[in-house]
């Protein structure tokens, strides 16, 4: 059985189970998110012929899908269609056409649940957690999980992976594996960043597998050495915004929390990360077409406060750099930089100077700020709680 030929045999059959099984990746529906889902439910089934199968489930739209470029890539070569796995829309006409189905959902590549869809069907009770495995901080909730296996780790894919092989290894899917490897190499720049000992274990124990006999014969002898050539062809998609527009690159790669202010208000807050600087986004894009993005995800996601994060290598000099923006209709909440200290921010910004207008035009109608931000080893990961903490303490 090949991941393909499992994912076309999964339906969604309400009339027969009042409960439906799915493992959810976060938000963000990034490639970690995608092939953790896909490759739990996989080994789940695999190992578990006879129980219920786990529907893999990205959290976003399926119209959003067309936004991740290097999933699509990585899912082509392996001829799987976007059409076998399932997306929020699913879920929606689920439990709309079958009002006494439940839920029962394990979370990979995140530790709490993420958007309105699936928090909304828990508050309703007709969704409860089963199992997590993520590689973010620990949010201490949904503490009777199992498993629940929460530890650092630069891919979250490699942890799923490490579950299944020690619960019931050894792992010699060649196939499951040629997926695996996509994550991992993009989660680390190719295991130069932000590589942990789960990572450096994974990657060993990938090579092996794909160099056994059998392997050798079914592909071609891919081993470690060919890695690099599909990071390069991942990185690549991954970078490609041809045809997006403003507000496309904001839901691009895009996660949303809801905290809670000092005076007990909710605040809404929407992270966007893109891979390009902010000089660029404003170079690239008319003073209105920002302004319309912002609107729209201001609107679109009920957000108190829209971060962007940046993060680029800079032409001129190859510094690798990061930027903090935010833009919010709401005064109280217009000091949240000068609060997030550990992220050292400074004003002046890569290339500002040639994008002093657009800035004054667009601060002419919203709040805007934008940063540099000097602690470069703080990711998305490392900024959400640093600026839950000042949303929940300081404002």
Not at 203 to 216: K, N
Request: a neutral charge.
């Amino acid at each position: 059985m090949t991941i393909k030929t499992f994912l076309e045999g999964l339906r969604i059959s309400p009339s027969s189970k009042h409960v439906v099984r799915f493992v959810a990746g976060n938000q963000s529906a990034d490639m970690d998110s995608v092939v953790s889902a896909i490759t739990y439910a996989y080994f789940h089934h695999r190992f578990n012929p006879k129980e219920q199968a786990l529907l893999p489930l990205v959290n976003i739209s399926r119209e959003e899908f067309r936004l991740r470029k290097d999933i699509v890539f990585l899912l082509s070569k392996h001829e799987i269609s976007s059409t076998r796995i399932f997306f929020l829309d699913d879920v929606e006409e689920l439990t709309q056409l079958s009002p006494s189905i439940k839920l029962d959902v394990v979370l990979v590549d995140h530790c709490n649940l993420q958007g309105k869809v699936l928090t909304g069907l828990y508050e309703n009770k007709r969704l409860f957690v089963s199992g997590i495995i993520d590689h973010h901080a620990d949010e201490g909730v949904f503490l009777d999980a199992m498993p629940r296996v929460i530890q650092s780790n630069g891919s979250c894919s490699a942890l799923v992976y490490h579950f299944w092989n020690n619960k019931n290894g050894p792992i010699t899917d060649k196939d499951a594996v040629l997926l695996l490897v996509g994550p991992l190499l993009i989660d680390t720049s190719n295991m130069e960043q932000k590589v942990e000992a789960g990572d450096r274990e994974a990657y060993v124990e990938y090579g092996q597998i794909l160099q056994s006999p059998e392997a050798l014969m079914q592909t071609d002898g891919v081993a470690p050495a060919a890695f690099s050539q599909l990071y390069s062809e991942l990185k690549a998609a991954k970078k490609d915004l041809r045809g997006f527009s403003l507000y496309d690159i904001l839901r691009k790669d895009y996660k949303q929390f809801k905290f809670r202010g000092k005076l007990g208000d909710t605040v809404n807050v929407g992270f966007s990360s893109i891979g390009k600087s902010l000089s660029w986004v404003l170079g690239k894009f008319s003073v209105s077409e920002v302004l319309e993005s912002l609107k729209m995800m201001t609107e679109s996601f009920h957000l108190d406060v829209v971060v962007i994060t940046s993060s680029f290598s800079q032409k001129d000099t190859k510094i690798y750099t990061r930027e903090f923006c935010f833009s919010t209709l709401k005064a109280s909440l217009e000091p949240l930089a000068s609060l997030a200290q550990e992220l050292e921010l400074t004003s002046r910004f890569y290339k500002d100077d040639t994008v002093a207008r657009q800035m004054a035009q667009i601060n002419g109608s919203v709040f805007f700020r934008v940063y540099d931000q000097q602690n470069t080893a703080a990711s998305r990961k490392q900024v959400v709680p640093i600026i839950k903490q000042v949303v929940e303490q300081r404002l």
